[in-house]
Nanobody, 118 residues
Framework: QVQVVESGGGLVQPGGSLTLSCAPS????????MGWHRQAPGKERELVAQ????????TVADSVKGRFTISTDNAKQTIYLQMNSLKPEDTAIYYC???????????WGQGTQVTVSS
């Protein structure tokens, strides 16, 4: 069973930057989307940014637009999230999520903690 694994979380001061990455443990056939979601304490999980591989388009949540950038290395099936100008309200567990057109599979990572605090 292929798993997707995030890395790059941690503690950063307000205004700082972090880069998250996510890669599968094996090859995923027929990737449709690769994206990032987050869940803050007491809140629902929300979409942060997503790349639709089949159309070459990206979607970024309004709350992070202009500060976060999503990018992909399609050959490595790896996804990145460059986070700049971080705010305390960005504190959450960040999850990567892959979907496929092949069978409609959904892969979730285990999550990586991002804490923005002085």
């Amino acid at each position: 069973q292929v798993q997707v694994v995030e890395s790059g979380g941690g503690l950063v001061q307000p205004g700082g930057s972090l880069t998250l990455s996510c890669a599968p443990s094996g090859t995923i056939i027929g990737i449709h989307t690769m994206g990032w979601h987050r869940q803050a304490p007491g809140k629902e999980r929300e979409l942060v940014a997503q790349a639709t591989i089949t159309s070459g388009t990206t979607t970024v949540a309004d709350s992070v637009k202009g500060r976060f950038t999503i990018s992909t290395d399609n050959a490595k099936q790896t996804i990145y999230l460059q986070m700049n100008s971080l705010k305390p309200e960005d504190t959450a567990i960040y999850y990567c999520r892959y979907t496929t057109w092949y069978r409609g599979d959904v892969y979730w990572g285990q999550g990586t903690q991002v804490t923005v605090s002085s």
